[in-house]
């Protein structure tokens, strides 16, 4: 399995900027990242790491 480009701990500050407000377009140009890309690490945030958002 390929190793992911961000760490978790990445990957959680990019939610929680989308939880402030921020577009998810304007997130993934900011941070290199497609829109899919985005849409995995939003089930991600729903189904593992959850506990850490809130």
Same mark, same amino acid.
């Given at each position: 399995m390929r190793k992911s480009r961000f760490s978790e701990e990445q990957i959680i500050g990019i939610? =929680?900027?989308h939880q402030a407000g921020i577009g998810? =377009?304007?997130?993934?140009r900011k941070h290199g990242i !497609?829109?899919?890309t985005f849409y995995i690490y939003g089930c991600l945030s729903r189904c =593992?790491? !959850?506990s850490v958002l809130v």
């Open positions: 939610l =929680k900027e998810a =377009k304007e997130l993934c !497609s829109d899919g =593992k790491v !959850s």
